[in-house]
């Protein structure tokens, strides 16, 4: 079934979608661009980058943050990988850390045949037992793995023996097995193609046994956080800055290489978005990982457009609203209406500046199978009238927390005018520097609101729908759900879409996005984000690449 390379008829739609978006996603051409060649890319040299945020886990097996995985996609060796490739392509999965692997006649053992002279950073070989150690990782509860509900979801991959094991961090988990140095098996409860997706991502990478079976938080030489990838985390200091370096033990060992041009990346944590703008131009600094000020788009495209040192990426990115279903104000449903009918979506993106996105009042993106325009709530522009009817006895005492980025400050100034505007007027504000997400994912919190954005970890509407809205697998901490809505009747609906497949399966997932935000409305979508990036004049601009599942390369880049 799935011996060498994988691409299901799902990810080809998916595939085509995507390409589709990017062509309408970069207007016309560029007024100016780098000169052929001035973008002659050479190997070698660091390339520089900021972070206004710091990264939200240096743990690989909690890490849930796009800018973590976009260098975790050079630093991990998974069992599969996505190609280093744009558009359709990129969803391509090929074999990584193992060279081959076939799968049962009943669809539940996986057989995976692991690849010899694979190397850790560290010097020490890779074999089945360091893939086996990972998956333990991910699902010791006292790790906290974002990563466990997705190997434990009795209606989809749900690996024997692993939510007992999640649950009680006792015992061991029979579904995952080693027969000699270079082989490891996965079993699961009942057939689910999804498992070849899940065990391409990051977090699934191969790891040292050595690591604990708690959160790492800090990574000083890769002798306490060994790769198998083609670079390492070589340096980690908390709210300052993270080094990655070359793995010199690093070879493909039959598989396709892992691009890298550079020597690594240096990475400075809390640089604000306007410093990080003149960094870039003074060539101080090559790229803002969490992108610019909304100010600096319109002449950064009217100086360099979209083809040379200035792109606009289509992404799976949906920015929505996050309501604390579990109490408070938003335990109600006319309250969490009357957002969605005040908040005015086409305002929200176009204070990100230009070529942000587009308005959407779903879920799930147009390159996802199964999307559907929203047509439940106003898109262009709010219902203030009727928003104030939904709020009027529901207007208590609110907590919105936000990142408080240039970006996010100008959102939250925005979309607190539109509370207010509909009867929301006691409200506390919480600024984050970082870690916003793992503070909503941490259950009981004392949250009510906030704007926050999805990136789609894979090309299904599961990964949206399921993912961000099931109840049934809410946990302690790393909640993806973090607006908590837990009801019975929607989660059969989503338990049931689950186990579709095909068409049939993509069909009911748009029909059901629809049908939850208007039953129940635990979340309010507000775009779909484009990906905005500026590189420096040291950047070779032949070697910025986009990928559909990670939006930019790092594999790809070079510096002149």
Known sequence: MYKRFAL???????????????????????????????SVAK?????????????????????????????????????????????????????????????????????????????????????AANYKFTFMRILTPAVGSPLASFLTDPVSVNIVGALAYNTSGKGNVSGLQTKGKYTFIIKLVKPNALLATLVALPP??????????????????????????????????????????????????????????????????????DQALLLIEKGQSDWAADGLSPAAWGSLFAKYGTKGRARVFATTISDYVTMNTSKGVFSNLNARKAVEYGINRKSLVKVRGPKAGSPECSLLTPAIPGYKQCTVYPVNKQDTAKARTLASGHTGHINYWYTATTTGTLIQRLASAQLNAIGFRDIDYKPFQSGLFSALGKKGNDYDFAIIGWIADFPDPYDYINKLLGGSTIQAVQNNNTSYFNNPTANKLMDKAAQLRGLQRFTTYGNLDSTIQKNWAPVAGIDNRNDRDFFSARVATSSIVGSPVYIVDLGKLALK
């Open 204 to 273: 699934t990478g191969a790891e040292p046994n050595t690591l604990p079976m708690t959160p790492i938080s800090s990574a000083p030489n890769a002798n306490t956080l060994p790769s198998g990838g083609k670079y390492y985390v070589a340096q980690y200091v908390p709210d300052r800055s993270i080094k990655i370096r070359r793995n010199k033990y690093y070879t493909p060992a039959g598989a396709v290489p892992m691009p890298g041009n550079v020597d690594g990346f240096d990475y400075t944590i809390g640089v604000q978005q």
């Open 43 to 127: 190997k070698g040299g660091i390339f520089k980058v900021t972070l206004f945020a710091n990264i939200e886990n240096i743990d690989p097996q909690r890490s849930y943050y796009a800018p973590e995985w976009q260098y975790e996609w050079l630093t991990a060796r998974p069992l599969l990988d996505f190609a280093h490739a744009p558009g359709a392509r990129g969803y391509r999965l090929l074999n990584e850390g193992a060279q081959s692997y076939t799968v049962s006649r009943d669809g539940r053992t996986y057989t995976f045949h692991i690849r010899h002279g694979m190397k850790f950073s560290n010097g020490k070989p890779i074999t």
């Open 8 to 38: 299901s008829i799902a990810m080809l739609a998916v595939g085509a979608a995507m390409l589709a978006a990017a062509g309408s996603a970069s207007p016309g051409s560029a007024q100016k661009t780098s000169s052929p060649a001035g």
